[in-house]
Nanobody, 118 residues
Framework: QVHVVESGGGLVQPGGSLRLSCAAS????????MGWYRQAPGKERELVAT????????IYADSVKGRFTISRDNAKNTVYLQMNSLKPEDTAVYLC???????????WGQGTQVTVSS
């Protein structure tokens, strides 16, 4: 059974920073592209950032470009999302996903809450 577990969320003031982590187990991590999504109350789930299996290519939503950085450590089976210059509109549950699209495989974590408020 594949496990995808996020951590690192919390309450932060506007302008602050957080680093989210996502650990995946019982899969060959280096075969999977990884992604972060977020979902705010009353809104649809939206893509935040993705990174390919070897970390050579990343994609960001326009709303987070220049503020968020996705990275991965294949030796630790972990993907990170460094979030800087946080804004109240970044408040959401952040979810991690492991994807192996050619094989139709996608696994989701339970999410971690990020709240940006003064």
């Amino acid at each position: 059974q594949v496990h995808v577990v996020e951590s690192g969320g919390g309450l932060v003031q506007p302008g602050g920073s957080l680093r989210l982590s996502c650990a995946a187990s019982t899969l060959t991590f280096s075969n999977y592209a990884m992604g972060w999504y977020r979902q705010a109350p009353g809104k649809e789930r939206e893509l935040v950032a993705t990174i390919d299996s070897d970390g050579g290519s990343t994609i960001y939503a326009d709303s987070v470009k220049g503020r968020f950085t996705i990275s991965r450590d294949n030796a630790k089976n972990t993907v990170y999302l460094q979030m800087n210059s946080l804004k109240p509109e970044d408040t959401a549950v952040y979810l991690c996903t492991a994807n192996r699209i050619p094989y139709g495989l996608r696994y989701w974590g339970q999410g971690t809450q990020v709240t940006v408020s003064s």
